[in-house]
């Protein structure tokens, strides 16, 4: 993660100078499992040592993108650092394992459960939050 950072940082400068009229953006992604991660214990940043190294990963990529929000907020510089959490998403990593029928199924199935969640009028989420949409 430490190289990502510093990846994002030395990128800064153009986004920065970016020409269009919205905040140029930092997606980051994670998931909803760091909400219930343990303490990050800064002797292991690598996650070496927990039993739950994903969680404890998805919490610092939550951490570091709210950090950096705050900064480039704080600067007035433009950017927004924002994290997306892409849930269970239907791909077609399975397709060739599942054959035809069994792929068909799974896709109706993250239709059916995706399809009630997209129509909630009021879901109320935080008011910096910025919905992205998979298709």
Request: hydrophobic share 45%; with cysteine.
């Amino acid at each position: 993660m430490a190289r990502s950072s510093s990846q994002t940082k030395a990128l800064l400068p153009l986004l920065k100078a970016s020409p269009f009229t919205n905040a140029s953006r930092i997606v980051w992604t994670s998931s909803f499992l760091g909400d219930d991660s343990p303490p990050i214990d800064f002797n292991d940043l690598q996650c070496v040592e927990t039993l739950k190294s994903y969680d404890v990963s998805k919490r610092q990529v939550d951490l570091l993108a709210a950090s950096l929000d705050k900064q480039l907020r704080d600067e007035g510089a433009g950017v927004r650092s924002l994290v997306a959490d892409p849930a269970v998403t239907a791909t077609e990593i399975f397709r060739p394992q599942l054959g035809l029928l069994l792929y068909q199924l799974m896709m109706f199935a993250f239709y059916f459960v995706s399809c009630p969640a997209c129509c909630l009028p009021n879901v109320g989420l935080p008011a910096d939050t910025v919905p992205l949409v998979h298709i």
